[in-house]
C-alpha cells in the first residue's frame, strides 16, 4: 500500500497512469514537511516550527486530505502544495525538522521526496489538479 496521484481522474478499471508515488513511509515525511510549510492543518496537527511565511492561512488544506488515498485536488490547490514546497526548502524546514529525530531516511533523501511532490503540483496546476489514488 502507498500513494499514488493521477492526473486522469479514475474510471471503472482504475486508474490509467499515476506519474507520481510515494510509499506509506515516503509519504508520512512529505506530509510532515506539508504541515510544516502550512499547507496542511488540523485533523489534529499542528506545526512545530513555525516557519515565518509558512503560516496556515485560508489557502491551507485540512491534512485529512492527505491521510487516505482518494480525493480531488484542484488546480489552484496544486499550485499552492508547489509554491509552500518550495518554500519550505529554501527555508531548509526538512533539515530543522528531521533534527528532532532519532532515525530518518535523511535529510538528502526526504529533500528529494519533497522536491519530487512539488514538482508533480507545478505539473497538476497547469491542468485540472490530481487524484489521488
Same mark, same amino acid.
Given at each position: 500500500?502507498?500513494? +499514488?496521484?493521477s492526473?486522469d481522474p479514475?474510471?471503472e478499471d482504475g %486508474?490509467?497512469?499515476t506519474?507520481?508515488?510515494? @510509499?506509506?513511509? /515516503?509519504?508520512?515525511?512529505? *506530509?510532515?514537511?506539508?504541515? !510544516?510549510?502550512g499547507? #496542511?492543518?488540523?485533523?489534529?496537527?499542528a /506545526? +512545530?516550527?513555525e516557519?515565518p511565511? #509558512?503560516?496556515? @492561512? !485560508?489557502e491551507? #488544506?485540512?491534512? *485529512?486530505?492527505?491521510?487516505? @488515498? $482518494?480525493?480531488?485536488t484542484? &488546480?489552484? !490547490?496544486?499550485?499552492?502544495?508547489?509554491?509552500?514546497? *518550495?518554500a519550505? #526548502? =529554501?527555508?531548509?524546514?526538512?533539515? !530543522?525538522?528531521? @533534527?528532532f529525530?532519532? $532515525?530518518?531516511?535523511?535529510?538528502? /533523501?526526504v529533500? &528529494?521526496?519533497? =522536491?519530487? %511532490?512539488? +514538482?508533480?503540483?507545478? /505539473? &497538476?496546476?497547469?491542468? &485540472?489538479?490530481?487524484? +489521488?489514488?
Amino acid at each position: 500500500m502507498g500513494y +499514488a496521484f493521477s492526473f486522469d481522474p479514475p474510471t471503472e478499471d482504475g %486508474f490509467a497512469a499515476t506519474p507520481c508515488a510515494f @510509499s506509506n513511509e /515516503q509519504m508520512n515525511y512529505v *506530509r510532515l514537511i506539508m504541515i !510544516e510549510a502550512g499547507v #496542511l492543518s488540523g485533523d489534529g496537527f499542528a /506545526q +512545530a516550527l513555525e516557519t515565518p511565511g #509558512l503560516e496556515v @492561512s !485560508e489557502e491551507s #488544506l485540512p491534512t *485529512r486530505r492527505f491521510l487516505h @488515498s $482518494e480525493g480531488h485536488t484542484t &488546480a489552484a !490547490e496544486a499550485a499552492f502544495i508547489a509554491r509552500r514546497l *518550495r518554500a519550505a #526548502l =529554501d527555508a531548509k524546514v526538512v533539515a !530543522e525538522l528531521l @533534527s528532532f529525530f532519532d $532515525e530518518h531516511p535523511g535529510t538528502d /533523501q526526504v529533500t &528529494a521526496w519533497v =522536491d519530487r %511532490f512539488a +514538482a508533480f503540483n507545478d /505539473q &497538476a496546476a497547469k491542468r &485540472a489538479g490530481y487524484y +489521488a489514488c
